[in-house]
Every structure is written in structure tokens, then in C-alpha cells.
């Protein structure tokens, strides 16, 4: 951080300023000519805030995809349709048992089992092949997201959360000022800050695995260099099966999230992997803290566009990607090679 | 199906080897018949009940016209054009069917007007899509709407909310596509005309899932909120509504308040309790014409399999494969001639159909009766449609002088202006 700052002193002062003031748009109470030349406070902070849990959910998705890129270079485009297949385990088991957190582990299980095998059936045969690994997991989302259609059916599932996670929250932020002077607090949807907090958790808690513990140690070695670390004894072929299932099933809690507090259909599983590829081209291949830096962009890109110019907004999304790649091809938080 | 299909196989296969001529002068064999619906995306439960429709229809005749078995072929779209497009391709110069039943959605129905001029000797009877310009800019010869477009729908809803519910602001939300806009353009000019204003216009992408920002940004100080919006997307709006603790009064646009949404899994439709709406049917009509028809869709299907009572597509697909069957009926199966005199039965033909009496202007666009209803909660505990009035004999220009219902244009984003007459 200091670095840094040392190096970069213009840009840190920039990036010091601009958070100034976005705190300030955030806390403060609007004047009515800020309020009159873009809105009311009310939309920009749920735009942030919907833009934040909707980054939440992408990370998810991208995290598990960017960690598998990360240790095995393998490019795994069925990881759209392992998201879909985890929202369907979902919808079902909290359809059957009526308990919405059962679906959680449930899918992960199911969905990383999934991992599990595609790991041992398919990457294992073609390791180091990255055109023929992409040719056959593209041909297997294809085959699976026809499966799905059949055994599922084209309808869209929604995954009703429980009880006391529906309805809005009062925030302590402030929206506006009625003319008695009473301050009116924003209301959010209490199921999107759950969903946030369960992400955020989620990103520290892999972050806290890969550091700090001895699992960590060898796959961060793995990412290093493989070959060294499987001469050292450590067996490389269980370190990549665990990978494989883990990263397979956070995309399945990933489904049962987006079924939650959006809706899963035929497509969604395309619209993930989309997602997940812009994601971890913006934050850098293989990096988690990128994917998360990434996810964020994204998903306030998308929901500041759809408020603010809604015909350009599938643009901002594709218009960040380009920026990126122009000037820094190897992501935000990339490593140079 | 299978049966059906095996069935006509072997007649096939048996005139082959009597060596007698196959579909040789046009009103012999099997009648082939391009189904076209939605059976992916946002609007597959709209397309699934579609086609209950047309087999509804088929059943009751005994899956025969004339003496020709039929075969229908079904195709799935998506609601985009290009889908539509592909998908009647494939019908028509793959298949070689006769008629098209179909498209469901709006904007695949302008494509589908386009592409009939390029086929000639085939009949597209439209299935339920509702945009003004299918039929209104450029007919075709061969196609042919039985059922209302979507401002005819709207005939009605604007002076109801306006004069008996007191909303004197609206602002509406719409999925950015061509029958939406008819929608809106339908209520506009009858609601501004009334005295009403329309303050802000909202469209969203078709299939749009998060609405989170939309939500926040639609106003607090309307009296109501139009809501146009259909199959998934309006399920998931109206529980992320709900999620956001909104509470405005709503108006409901057709496809809003249809089964297809009063019916969805989960607590979303609790929001549409109460909320006004219009369009070519009510649910809970008592014209025993629409009770014949609901016990006809419920015999056909068992319950699992379909839903509690038939939607506005199962309506308007039936609606219009009955009009096909009569007109097969009164030229004995005979489509010679590129098919000239069951064209010109369908001109003419006045259909009794469940929602009232439909005739054809001269554009082929569909004359009938619009319904202005209200959600209520049944004794069921389910939600339907009840009837508040009926307006008969609704045309295109919605009752507006031709040439002053040209001047306004073409539904749009921002069209019709809301003025206080047009």
C-alpha cells in the first residue's frame, strides 16, 4: 500500500479523492441541485448497493472459475452450465425438504461431485491441451444444457428464501429529507445484504485457506510451478481433484443464490459463464482477489447502466472489458508473466 | 402424438404401394400444420399453454379436417425475431407444411408478416402475438390475425383507472419490445385523453432478471405504476418488488394478470390482488360460450398437465385453429388453387369464438370484444380475472378516426405523446 503510494503519488491522490467522494454521495444529504441533475439519492444508492450484491454473486461464480484456471491452466467453459445445474439441485431440495439452507450444502455436494468427475474423466485425459480441454467443455455444456432442458424443463424456477429473509430492512442511510424536516431512511432488501455478507465471507474465508493454511501452501506452489511441487511428493493429482470440487461447487452455491433472489432458466447458464469470462479478464486469470475487484466493476457497470443510460447498458459491461485488455492485458490484479 | 404420427406414416406408406398418387392435387393426405411458439426463455410457460390451445381444438374435431388427418409439427421459439424467422424457415421449406399457426410473441409476429410475402402458398394464421404494425403497416395477403392486438387490449383500462379508480398520474414500466409499446400506445391515448398524465416511461431489456435498480428508481409520487411486463420477467419484478417492500397501487397490463403469472409457484402474485387490468378475455366470465371452452381445455388435459383454467394463448391459439378447422370444413379439405378459397373463407368468416364474436377487417386484423377486469382472490384462494365491463366490436383504430389514429404514429418509446385528444 505504501509502495504503492510512494510510486504512483498522482494516482493514489486521485483514488483518495474519488472515494472522498463517493463517501460523500453516500452519507451526506443531496442538495436539490445534485438531486435535479442526476436524480434522487434514493436511485444512486440502490443502484450501488444492487451493483455491490449483484458483484457479490458474480464473485461466486468467478472465484471457482479463476481458481481452476489458477492451478491446473485449465479453461473450463462448462462452468456457466455447473451454475445452472446448482440452481436445479437447489430449486428441488428446498422444493422437497422446504428448507432453504439445506439447499446450500445439497448443491454444492451434487454440483462438486460433478467437478469431481469431469476432473477425473475429462481434464485428466487432455492435461496441457488448453484448445482441445475448451473444444470439449464448450461441446459438454451444449450436451448438458439440452439434458437440462429435457429432464428440467424450459420453465424459469424461483427459490423462495425463507420467511424472515423476505421483505425490505430500514438502512441507516439517508435518502431524503421529507419538508418536516424527518429524515427518510433507504430500505433494502434484506435477502440482497445476506446474500452479500454470505460472499463476502465466502471471499475472505478462501482468501484466509490459500494463505494461511497448509492446503493453501501447496496449491499456491502448484500455481507456482506444478512439476516442482509433484517431485517434492506432494500429490498433485488430489490437490487438483480437491480444486476442481470446491471451485464446481461454489458455482453451485452460486446457483442457488442468483435462483434466490433472481430466477434460473435455460440461457442463465450461458449469461454466467459470459459473466465469469468478462469477470476474470478485468480482475486477472487466476488471481482471487482480482476476481472479486472484477466482479465488483461488473456488477455496479451493470446496474449504474441499467438506471442511468438503460440502451447502452449491455455496452459498459463489454466497453470495461476492452479498456482493460487495451491497457493492462493482463488484468487488473494479473501478474505479469 | 406419436400415435398420430405413426398413424399417418402408415397411410402414407400404404397409398405408396397401392401406387396411388400422394398429396397430388391438394385435398388429399395428411394436412400438415406448422405449430409456433415460445417453448424457451422468458415466456415458455406462454408457449406451453399455446399450444394446449391448438390441441385443444384438434381433440375436440377428432384430430381430422375434412378427411385428412393432420400432423402437426411443432417448433420452439424464443421471442426474438430471428428465432421466429429461423424457426418458420424450417416449417415451410424444410416440413412443407400448409399452415402456420403461430408466432406468440410481438415482435416475432412483424418478422413473420415479412417473411409470408416470400411464401406465397402457405397461410400464416397468427397465433397471439399482439403488435399494431404485424398488421396495421404493410398487411400481407396470407396472413391473418383472429385475435385483438395489444392497444386493442388496452381499450377501456384508461378511462376505468381514470374515472372510477382516481389515478390522475401513471408511470409505466414495459419490456422494450414492439407489443409492449402497442400496450402503452393503447392505454396512453385513451388514459391522456381522459385527463390523465403519464409521467415517466421505464423499458427494460425482454428477459431482464435483476429489476433491483429499476425498482428504486420508479417514482413515489404517482398514483399508480402500469406495469407491462410477462412469463418470467414479471415473476421475478413482481418478487423483487415485494423483496423491496413496494406498495404502490399497479395496473396491470394483459399479459400481467394472465394464468400464466396468477398461476406462477411462490408469493409474487400476492402483489396483483385487486389490480385493474384489460384484455381480450376474463378469466371468470360466465358467457357460457368461455365456460364450454374452460371445461374443453380442462377434459383435454389432465390437471398436472396443464393450468387451472386456459390463459389468454391458449385462448387466442385455439381461437385460431378453430377458424383454420371451418374454413377446412367448408372448402372439403381442398387447398388448390394457392390456396384461394380458404383464404377467402377466412376473410369472411365470422368466428363464435369463447370471448365473443371475431370478424376480419380489411388488413386481416381481428374485430372483438375487449374485457376491463380486476384481479380478485377467488374461493379457491386463487387469484383470476373478474369482469368489470365489456366493450364490443373494438377495431384497430380503437374507435379514433383513421386518419387522426395515423397521425399519432407508430407505437414506440416515447409514442404516443400524452395529449388530451388525438
Same mark, same amino acid.
Not at chain 1, 460523500?24 to 434522487?40: E, Q
Not at chain 2, 390463459?311 to 388453387?337: K, R
Given at each position: 500500500? *505504501?509502495?504503492?503510494?510512494?510510486?504512483?503519488?498522482?494516482?493514489?491522490?486521485?483514488?483518495? +479523492? +474519488?472515494?472522498?467522494?463517493? =463517501?460523500? +454521495?453516500?452519507?451526506?444529504?443531496?442538495?436539490?441541485?445534485? #438531486?435535479?441533475?442526476?436524480?434522487?439519492?434514493? /436511485?444512486?444508492?440502490?443502484?450501488?448497493?444492487?451493483?455491490?450484491?449483484?458483484?457479490? =454473486?458474480?464473485?461466486? #461464480?468467478?472465484?471457482?472459475?479463476?481458481?481452476?484456471?489458477?492451478?491446473?491452466?485449465?479453461?473450463?467453459?462448462?462452468?456457466?452450465?455447473?451454475?445452472?445445474?446448482?440452481?436445479?439441485?437447489?430449486?428441488?431440495?428446498?422444493?422437497?425438504?422446504?428448507?432453504?439452507?439445506?439447499?446450500?450444502?445439497?448443491?454444492?455436494?451434487?454440483?462438486?461431485?460433478?467437478?469431481?468427475?469431469?476432473?477425473?474423466?475429462?481434464?485428466?485425459?487432455?492435461?496441457?491441451?488448453?484448445?482441445?480441454?475448451?473444444?470439449?467443455?464448450?461441446?459438454?455444456?451444449?450436451?448438458?444444457?439440452?439434458?437440462?432442458?429435457?429432464?428440467?424443463?424450459?420453465?424459469?424456477?424461483?427459490?423462495?428464501?425463507?420467511?424472515?429473509?423476505?421483505?425490505?430492512?430500514?438502512?441507516?442511510? #439517508?435518502?431524503?429529507? *421529507?419538508?418536516?424536516?424527518?429524515?427518510?431512511? +433507504?430500505?433494502?432488501?434484506?435477502?440482497?445484504?445476506?446474500?452479500?455478507?454470505?460472499?463476502?465471507?465466502?471471499?475472505?474465508?478462501?482468501?484466509?485457506?490459500?494463505?494461511?493454511?497448509?492446503?493453501?501452501?501447496?496449491?499456491?506452489?502448484?500455481?507456482?510451478?506444478?512439476?516442482?511441487?509433484?517431485?517434492?511428493?506432494?500429490? /498433485?493429482?488430489?490437490?487438483?481433484i480437491g480444486v476442481f470440487a470446491f471451485g464446481a461447487g461454489l458455482a453451485g452455491i452460486a446457483g442457488v443464490v442468483g435462483g434466490t433472489f433472481q430466477s434460473i432458466a435455460p440461457g442463465e447458464d450461458t449469461r454466467f459463464l459470459l459473466a465469469s469470462l468478462v469477470?476474470? /479478464?478485468?480482475?486477472?486469470?487466476?488471481?482471487?482477489?482480482?476476481?472479486?475487484?472484477?466482479?465488483?466493476l461488473i456488477g455496479l457497470a451493470e446496474q449504474f447502466g441499467s438506471v442511468y443510460f438503460p440502451t447502452y447498458a449491455v455496452v459498459l459491461t463489454f466497453l470495461i472489458m476492452v479498456v482493460v485488455l487495451a491497457f493492462r492485458p493482463e488484468g487488473l490484479l494479473g501478474?505479469?508473466? | 402424438?406419436?400415435?398420430?404420427?405413426?398413424?399417418?406414416?402408415?397411410?402414407?406408406?400404404?397409398?405408396?404401394?397401392?401406387?396411388?398418387?400422394?398429396?397430388?392435387?391438394?385435398?388429399?393426405?395428411?394436412? !400438415?400444420?406448422?405449430?409456433?411458439?415460445? &417453448?424457451?426463455?422468458?415466456?415458455?410457460?406462454?408457449?406451453?399453454?399455446?399450444?394446449?390451445?391448438?390441441?385443444?381444438?384438434?381433440?375436440?374435431?377428432?384430430?381430422?379436417?375434412?378427411?385428412?388427418?393432420?400432423?402437426?409439427?411443432?417448433?420452439?421459439?424464443?421471442?426474438?425475431?430471428? %428465432?421466429?424467422?429461423?424457426?418458420?424457415? !424450417?416449417?415451410?421449406?424444410?416440413?412443407?407444411?400448409?399452415?402456420?399457426?403461430?408466432?406468440? %410473441?410481438? %415482435? $416475432?409476429?412483424?418478422?413473420?408478416?415479412?417473411?409470408?410475402?416470400?411464401?406465397?402458398?402457405?397461410?400464416?394464421?397468427?397465433?397471439?402475438?399482439?403488435?399494431?404494425?404485424?398488421?396495421?403497416?404493410?398487411?400481407?395477403?396470407?396472413?391473418?390475425?383472429?385475435?385483438?392486438?395489444?392497444?386493442?387490449?388496452?381499450?377501456?383500462?384508461?378511462?376505468?383507472?381514470?374515472? $372510477?379508480?382516481?389515478?390522475?398520474?401513471?408511470?409505466?414500466?414495459?419490456?422494450?419490445?414492439?407489443?409492449?409499446?402497442?400496450?402503452?400506445?393503447?392505454?396512453?391515448?385513451?388514459?391522456?385523453?381522459?385527463?390523465?398524465?403519464?409521467?415517466?416511461?421505464?423499458?427494460?431489456?425482454?428477459?431482464?432478471?435483476?429489476?433491483?435498480?429499476?425498482?428504486?428508481?420508479?417514482?413515489?409520487?404517482?398514483?399508480?405504476?402500469?406495469?407491462?411486463?410477462?412469463?418470467?420477467?414479471?415473476?421475478?419484478?413482481?418478487?423483487?418488488?415485494?423483496?423491496?417492500?413496494?406498495?404502490?397501487?399497479?395496473?396491470?397490463? @394483459?399479459?400481467?394478470?394472465?394464468?400464466?403469472? &396468477?398461476?406462477?409457484?411462490?408469493?409474487?402474485?400476492?402483489?396483483?390482488?385487486?389490480?385493474?387490468?384489460?384484455?381480450?378475455?376474463?378469466?371468470?366470465?360466465?358467457?357460457?360460450?368461455?365456460?364450454?371452452?374452460?371445461?374443453?381445455?380442462?377434459?383435454?388435459?389432465? $390437471?398436472?398437465?396443464?393450468?387451472?383454467?386456459?390463459?389468454?394463448?391458449?385462448?387466442?391459439?385455439?381461437?385460431?385453429?378453430?377458424?383454420?378447422?371451418?374454413?377446412?370444413?367448408?372448402?372439403?379439405?381442398?387447398?388448390?388453387?394457392?390456396?384461394?378459397?380458404?383464404?377467402?373463407?377466412? @376473410?369472411?368468416?365470422?368466428?363464435?369464438?369463447?370471448?365473443?364474436?371475431? !370478424?376480419?377487417?380489411?388488413?386481416?386484423?381481428?374485430?372483438?370484444?375487449?374485457?376491463?377486469? $380486476?384481479?380478485?382472490?377467488?374461493?379457491?384462494?386463487?387469484?383470476?380475472?373478474?369482469?368489470?365491463?365489456?366493450?364490443?366490436?373494438?377495431?384497430?383504430?380503437?374507435?379514433?378516426?383513421?386518419?387522426?389514429?395515423?397521425?399519432?404514429?407508430?407505437?414506440?418509446?416515447?409514442?404516443?405523446?400524452?395529449?388530451? %385528444?388525438?
Amino acid at each position: 500500500m *505504501r509502495d504503492f503510494a510512494n510510486r504512483y503519488p498522482v494516482w493514489t491522490g486521485v483514488l483518495a +479523492l +474519488l472515494v472522498v467522494i463517493l =463517501l460523500w +454521495l453516500i452519507f451526506a444529504i443531496w442538495p436539490p441541485g445534485l #438531486v435535479d441533475a442526476v436524480g434522487s439519492k434514493k /436511485i444512486f444508492l440502490s443502484a450501488l448497493f444492487n451493483g455491490i450484491t449483484l458483484g457479490g =454473486l458474480y464473485f461466486l #461464480v468467478a472465484s471457482g472459475f479463476t481458481l481452476i484456471f489458477g492451478l491446473m491452466r485449465n479453461v473450463n467453459l462448462a462452468h456457466g452450465t455447473l451454475y445452472l445445474l446448482g440452481g436445479y439441485v437447489g430449486f428441488h431440495t428446498a422444493d422437497k425438504t422446504g428448507s432453504w439452507l439445506l439447499a446450500f450444502p445439497v448443491a454444492f455436494v451434487v454440483v462438486g461431485i460433478c467437478g469431481v468427475l469431469l476432473q477425473v474423466l475429462v481434464f485428466r485425459r487432455m492435461e496441457g491441451q488448453d484448445l482441445r480441454q475448451t473444444l470439449v467443455t464448450i461441446g459438454i455444456s451444449i450436451v448438458v444444457a439440452d439434458l437440462m432442458l429435457w429432464g428440467f424443463g424450459g420453465d424459469f424456477f424461483n427459490i423462495s428464501p425463507p420467511s424472515w429473509l423476505s421483505g425490505p430492512v430500514e438502512t441507516f442511510f #439517508v435518502s431524503s429529507v *421529507r419538508r418536516s424536516g424527518e429524515l427518510v431512511y +433507504l430500505k433494502y432488501p434484506m435477502v440482497r445484504i445476506v446474500i452479500f455478507v454470505a460472499a463476502v465471507v465466502v471471499g475472505v474465508a478462501m482468501w484466509l485457506a490459500l494463505n494461511k493454511t497448509r492446503i493453501g501452501m501447496m496449491i499456491r506452489a502448484g500455481v507456482d510451478d506444478r512439476d516442482m511441487l509433484s517431485a517434492t511428493g506432494a500429490r /498433485i493429482q488430489i490437490v487438483f481433484i480437491g480444486v476442481f470440487a470446491f471451485g464446481a461447487g461454489l458455482a453451485g452455491i452460486a446457483g442457488v443464490v442468483g435462483g434466490t433472489f433472481q430466477s434460473i432458466a435455460p440461457g442463465e447458464d450461458t449469461r454466467f459463464l459470459l459473466a465469469s469470462l468478462v469477470v476474470v /479478464i478485468v480482475g486477472g486469470m487466476g488471481s482471487i482477489p482480482g476476481a472479486a475487484l472484477g466482479a465488483l466493476l461488473i456488477g455496479l457497470a451493470e446496474q449504474f447502466g441499467s438506471v442511468y443510460f438503460p440502451t447502452y447498458a449491455v455496452v459498459l459491461t463489454f466497453l470495461i472489458m476492452v479498456v482493460v485488455l487495451a491497457f493492462r492485458p493482463e488484468g487488473l490484479l494479473g501478474q505479469q508473466k | 402424438m406419436k400415435k398420430l404420427h405413426l398413424g399417418s406414416l402408415s397411410a402414407v406408406a400404404l397409398m405408396s404401394a397401392l401406387g396411388a398418387p400422394v398429396l397430388a392435387d391438394g385435398h388429399a393426405g395428411t394436412l !400438415k400444420i406448422g405449430a409456433l411458439a415460445t &417453448l424457451e426463455g422468458t415466456y415458455t410457460q406462454l408457449g406451453e399453454d399455446s399450444i394446449r390451445g391448438i390441441t385443444t381444438a384438434l381433440e375436440a374435431a377428432g384430430n381430422e379436417i375434412a378427411g385428412r388427418d393432420v400432423e402437426v409439427i411443432t417448433v420452439s421459439t424464443d421471442g426474438s425475431p430471428d %428465432s421466429a424467422l429461423r424457426a418458420a424457415r !424450417k416449417l415451410v421449406e424444410q416440413d412443407g407444411v400448409d399452415i402456420i399457426i403461430g408466432p406468440l %410473441s410481438g %415482435s $416475432e409476429g412483424i418478422a413473420l408478416r415479412d417473411y409470408s410475402k416470400t411464401q406465397p402458398g402457405t397461410t400464416f394464421i397468427n397465433g397471439s402475438s399482439g403488435a399494431m404494425e404485424t398488421t396495421f403497416v404493410d398487411p400481407s395477403d396470407n396472413f391473418f390475425r383472429f385475435n385483438t392486438d395489444g392497444a386493442q387490449w388496452s381499450v377501456g383500462l384508461g378511462n376505468y383507472v381514470y374515472n $372510477e379508480k382516481g389515478y390522475e398520474t401513471v408511470a409505466t414500466i414495459g419490456e422494450d419490445y414492439s407489443f409492449i409499446y402497442t400496450q402503452v400506445f393503447g392505454f396512453a391515448t385513451e388514459y391522456c385523453a381522459a385527463g390523465g398524465e403519464i409521467t415517466e416511461r421505464f423499458w427494460v431489456p425482454l428477459g431482464t432478471k435483476d429489476f433491483g435498480s429499476i425498482i428504486a428508481a420508479l417514482p413515489d409520487d404517482v398514483d399508480a405504476i402500469y406495469l407491462g411486463l410477462g412469463g418470467g420477467d414479471a415473476v421475478n419484478f413482481l418478487n423483487q418488488y415485494q423483496q423491496a417492500g413496494g406498495d404502490a397501487n399497479l395496473i396491470g397490463g @394483459s399479459i400481467m394478470v394472465d394464468g400464466t403469472v &396468477l398461476n406462477s409457484e411462490g408469493s409474487a402474485k400476492a402483489a396483483l390482488t385487486g389490480v385493474p387490468s384489460s384484455g381480450m378475455m376474463a378469466d371468470t366470465s360466465d358467457d357460457p360460450r368461455w365456460t364450454d371452452f374452460v371445461s374443453l381445455y380442462q377434459d383435454t388435459f389432465d $390437471e398436472a398437465d396443464r393450468f387451472p383454467a386456459p390463459t389468454l394463448f391458449s385462448l387466442a391459439y385455439y381461437n385460431s385453429t378453430s377458424a383454420m378447422l371451418q374454413c377446412m370444413e367448408a372448402v372439403g379439405g381442398d387447398l388448390s388453387d394457392g390456396q384461394a378459397g380458404f383464404r377467402e373463407c377466412l @376473410s369472411n368468416l365470422t368466428l363464435e369464438a369463447p370471448n365473443g364474436d371475431i !370478424k376480419l377487417d380489411e388488413n386481416r386484423q381481428a374485430i372483438g370484444s375487449n374485457f376491463v377486469v $380486476e384481479v380478485r382472490e377467488q374461493d379457491d384462494g386463487s387469484l383470476a380475472t373478474e369482469v368489470v365491463s365489456v366493450i364490443e366490436n373494438v377495431n384497430q383504430t380503437l374507435g379514433i378516426d383513421p386518419a387522426a389514429f395515423a397521425a399519432i404514429g407508430l407505437p414506440g418509446r416515447e409514442t404516443p405523446v400524452c395529449q388530451s %385528444s388525438y
